[in-house]
């Protein structure tokens, strides 16, 4: 058997562009074994509104999703931003064959929300005790980073601080 | 044109032996490089030996994600994971761990159907992989052995006559002064105080904690009363009105519903809505029955990067669209940052919207972080409904 051959393989690309001074352009580029698709957006600052959405999606078993482009400008005035997925879906439908195109949607939105943390993470210093007191700081600006992953977890050296003053307040 | 950030995602199968497919994805984007690899039964789509690799990361922290991957063990990759990878690789170990994982598992799914196709074919050389998945409509994939939490059942009620409270009049007494209006987040909790905004389980599949279990951690904190908002729920005249029995407590109900401009919260408004409303429609249709809709945590994630980075300065966030829909604002949220509060407190003062405050409590250990306190007693959703239209009522800070 010949096991050093790849079965399938798949490969999703997502780049986010200032276009102007206020508007980034998210693209999210799929290609795998049986799929080929792109979906593009245009988000305004400073409310990260979407403002303008294209894409295209080819795929080797799904039926054609027929009014694609009609699916997709249904998202047009969200905005990037938590919560925003239930909003994605529930605009576009929830069909078995948009499944992937209201997913690269989202990556598309998690660009744009990447792009913005990039700037913010610029700011952390490069020593230990620097970048400890940057997190810890951020978690307690933050508060729904807390306990969200293991960086932040309950109980943590980065979160020891936030804890420490929400137990005294609320004892 | 420049680029400002790029994740490139890679995902390879190949097939290891008879039964096992070997999975490898890598993640490397502008912040994070990451990598996993695992293995997975063809038969049955469970994954074995997941391993990752940690190349760039960004807290000091992060590279302890690495030891929860292994919670992942055993998962069925069927369709319907990706709810279950966010809870438990997203939540325990990274979130950027989840997202590589769930592209992992997608390929192993599509990987799964086309060599079961490829069998099909040695039988039936005419088979094209689009019939052949489309008469055994899951490519030989077993059903999801995960299930999310079954939905309650939903009984839309419309409500015929004031809900009269059971409960004595203890707690507080109103007290009316100057001060009373338009002072947002002061911490005290003079006047009647209601927790206008928290979430049960399994009302909403998200919260934790039981009707009966939120409504005794309301009493026992000294709240006056709690405001049951579930997502997209209809909680019974008649179990609602048990429960103030069996409690001797308030307990009034409202509905939080997803729009495309994001959470509302409804007062006087007992219609079953799924799926996304416009809040137009939404608004109309709440107007038609005399009730209230507040703008829940209006700019809830918009100041994750603080308002400097995107420039959303209070004049800009009045005139979002949402505002011209909605009759309140919830100004105090326990569940966004003070700077997301303090921008919600400054768009109602400068549209002169009523305020309220809320925990959005999905568990016990936050019932009445924040509240709102009324002028006078409250006893039924319709002297609430009256409360809120006249505005007699501010967020506070109680726990
Ligand atoms: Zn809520």
């Given at each position: 058997m010949s096991n050093n051959i790849l079965k399938f393989s798949m490969n999703r690309s997502t780049s986010v562009e200032k276009i102007n001074a206020t508007c980034l352009r998210s693209v999210c580029r799929l290609q795998d074994s049986f799929t080929d698709a792109e979906v593009a957006i245009e988000v305004k600052m400073p409310d990260l509104e979407i403002v303008a959405i294209s894409g295209h999606l080819q795929h080797v078993y799904n039926d054609e999703v027929k009014n694609l482009d009609e699916r997709l400008q249904k998202v047009i005035g969200i905005r990037v931003g938590s919560g925003m997925l239930k909003i994605i879906k529930g605009l576009m439908g929830e069909d078995k064959n948009l499944e992937q195109l209201v997913y690269m949607v989202e990556e598309c939105c998690h660009g744009v929300i990447l792009t913005l943390t990039k700037k913010v993470l610029l700011k952390a210093p490069d020593d230990e005790a620097g970048k400890f007191a940057f997190y810890s700081k951020m978690v307690k600006k933050n508060i729904r980073l807390y306990d969200r992953c293991a960086g932040f977890a309950k109980g943590t050296p980065l979160v020891a601080e936030l804890e420490a003053e929400e137990g005294g307040e609320k004892a | 044109?420049?680029?400002?950030?790029?994740?490139?995602?890679?995902?390879?199968?190949?097939?290891?032996?008879?039964?096992?497919?070997?999975?490898?994805?890598?993640?490397?984007?502008?912040?994070?490089?990451?990598?996993?690899?695992?293995?997975?039964?063809?038969?049955?789509?469970?994954?074995?030996?997941?391993?990752?690799?940690?190349?760039?990361?960004?807290?000091?922290?992060?590279?302890?994600?690495?030891?929860?991957?292994?919670?992942?063990?055993?998962?069925?990759?069927?369709?319907?994971?990706?709810?279950?990878?966010?809870?438990?690789?997203?939540?325990?170990?990274?979130?950027?761990?989840?997202?590589?994982?769930?592209?992992?598992?997608?390929?192993?799914?599509?990987?799964?159907?086309?060599?079961?196709?490829?069998?099909?074919?040695?039988?039936?050389?005419?088979?094209?992989?689009?019939?052949?998945?489309?008469?055994?409509?899951?490519?030989?994939?077993?059903?999801?052995?995960?299930?999310?939490?079954?939905?309650?059942?939903?009984?839309?009620?419309?409500?015929?006559?004031?809900?009269?409270?059971?409960?004595?009049?203890?707690?507080?007494?109103?007290?009316?002064?100057?001060?009373?209006?338009?002072?947002?987040?002061?911490?005290?909790?003079?006047?009647?105080?209601?927790?206008?905004?928290?979430?049960?389980?399994?009302?909403?599949?998200?919260?934790?904690?039981?009707?009966?279990?939120?409504?005794?951690?309301?009493?026992?904190?000294?709240?006056?009363?709690?405001?049951?908002?579930?997502?997209?729920?209809?909680?019974?005249?008649?179990?609602?009105?048990?429960?103030?029995?069996?409690?001797?407590?308030?307990?009034?109900?409202?509905?939080?519903?997803?729009?495309?401009?994001?959470?509302?919260?409804?007062?006087?408004?007992?219609e079953d809505v799924q799926g996304i409303i416009k809040l137009a429609e939404l608004k109309k249709r709440v107007a038609a029955v005399g009730g209230f809709v507040v703008a829940a945590h209006p700019f809830r994630g918009f100041l994750t990067f603080g308002a400097d980075d995107v420039g959303l300065t209070t004049e800009k966030a009045m005139a979002r669209e949402m505002f011209k829909w909605v009759d309140g604002v919830e100004t105090l949220n326990g569940k966004v940052t003070a700077t997301e509060n303090g921008l919600a407190q400054n768009v109602a003062k400068g549209l002169a919207l009523t305020a309220t405050g809320g925990s959005d409590a999905h568990d016990i250990s936050t019932v009445g972080t924040y509240a709102t306190t009324f002028e006078h007693e409250i006893n039924s959703e319709e002297e609430l409904l009256s409360a809120l239209k006249e505005g007699k009522c501010r967020p506070v800070t109680f726990r």
């Open positions: - | 044109m420049m680029l400002e950030f790029m994740r490139n995602k890679l995902v390879d199968v190949a097939r290891l032996n008879e039964d096992t497919l070997s999975i490898h994805g890598v993640l490397d984007d502008s912040i994070y490089n990451l990598e996993l690899d695992f293995k997975v039964n063809i038969n049955d789509l469970v994954c074995s030996a997941i391993e990752g690799r940690w190349l760039r990361w960004t807290t000091p922290q992060c590279p302890q994600a690495l030891t929860f991957l292994k919670e992942a063990d055993g998962f069925c990759l069927s369709e319907g994971i990706d709810n279950k990878i966010h809870k438990t690789v997203g939540r325990r170990a990274c979130r950027h761990f989840a997202n590589l994982f769930i592209e992992c598992a997608y390929a192993a799914r599509e990987t799964v159907k086309l060599l079961h196709w490829q069998e099909a074919v040695e039988n039936e050389p005419s088979l094209s992989f689009k019939d052949f998945l489309e008469k055994d409509s899951v490519g030989g994939i077993p059903a999801a052995d995960v299930m999310e939490p079954v939905e309650p059942v939903k009984k839309p009620e419309p409500i015929t006559s004031p809900v009269v409270s059971e409960k004595s009049s203890g707690g507080v007494s109103s007290v009316a002064d100057a001060s009373f209006i338009g002072n947002d987040g002061k911490s005290d909790s003079t006047g009647f105080v209601i927790d206008l905004h928290l979430h049960t389980s399994p009302a909403s599949p998200c919260a934790s904690s039981s009707v009966d279990a939120m409504i005794k951690e309301a009493k026992r904190i000294g709240l006056d009363g709690i405001c049951l908002s579930d997502h997209n729920y209809v909680w019974s005249p008649d179990v609602v009105r048990d429960l103030r029995k069996k409690h001797d407590f308030l307990v009034l109900r409202a509905n939080e519903i997803v729009t495309e401009q994001g959470d509302m919260l409804v007062y006087g408004f007992y």
